[in-house]
């Protein structure tokens, strides 16, 4: 089982809707959870980070965060033609301060 | 404010032929990283420095070599490149904080033929 694991997608969302995405982690003692954006042939950049269970809300994006359930998503609303891109999610894990990254949903949003 | 930056840009080797990719930041970070990306996977992290003096090996160390020459500097190094290192190369920094956000380089596209 990998440590975080993400639906490599393509997620195809129309301009406008709710887009979803989901991540699932295995260590129990994960302290903190980020979401980077990449855009093709660029680095990746901060947008999100969360750490207590709930949602956490910045503008059009919302992180939620179970840790019951080993769960974190990232939800963007109103999505835009410039939200099309990769999304990492990333994992601090109860040791060291080395983050663990998942392999990235593609999303793509439709006119 | 250049925040982490990378040199080289792109890099082309031959197998066996060394070179060291070189990164900095000017945002007083305690902790740097070296990762690789590949087509259709995450990033992987190749070594870290959680502090100046400190560096540790990452989950795909082998065929590299690391010095954190100073606060702002960590370098990477490929003594003898093969075509498997072929790969995106990002270095990143973080403050050491509890959250640990980090703060990605442009990047070093290197080929091995």
């Known amino acids: 089982q990998k440590e975080v694991e993400q639906n490599s997608g393509p997620l195809s969302v129309p301009e406008g809707a709710i887009a979803s995405l989901n991540c699932t982690y295995s260590?129990?003692?994960?302290?903190?959870f980020f979401w980077y954006r990449q855009y093709s042939g660029k680095s990746p950049e901060l947008i999100m980070f969360?750490?207590?269970?709930g949602d956490k809300e910045d503008g059009r994006f919302t992180a939620q965060l179970n840790k019951a359930s080993q769960y974190v998503s990232l939800l963007i609303r109103d999505s835009q033609p410039s939200d099309s891109a990769t999304y990492l999610c990333?994992?601090?894990?109860?040791?060291?301060?080395?983050?663990?990254f998942g392999s990235g949903t593609r999303l793509s949003i439709r006119p | 404010n250049a925040g982490v930056t990378q040199t080289p840009k792109f890099q082309v080797l031959k197998t066996g032929q060394s070179m060291t990719l070189q990164c900095a930041q000017d945002?007083?970070?305690?902790?740097m990283y070296w990762y690789r990306q590949d087509p259709g996977m995450g990033l992987r992290l190749i070594y870290y420095?959680?502090?100046?003096?400190?560096?540790d090996k990452g989950e795909v160390p082998n065929g590299y070599n690391v010095s954190r020459l100073n606060k702002r500097e960590f370098s990477l190094r490929l003594e003898s490149a093969a075509p498997s290192q072929t790969s995106v190369y990002f270095c990143?920094?973080?403050?050491?904080?509890?959250?640990?956000?980090?703060?990605f380089g442009p990047g070093t596209r290197l080929t091995v033929l």
């Open positions: 990143a920094s973080s403050v050491t904080s509890p959250y640990n956000e980090q703060f």
């Open positions: 260590d129990r003692g994960s302290q903190s």
């Open positions: 420095s959680a502090s100046e003096g400190t560096t």
């Open positions: 969360i750490y207590s269970n």
């Open positions: 990333a994992v601090k894990g109860s040791s060291a301060s080395k983050i663990i």
């Open positions: 945002m007083n970070h305690n902790s």
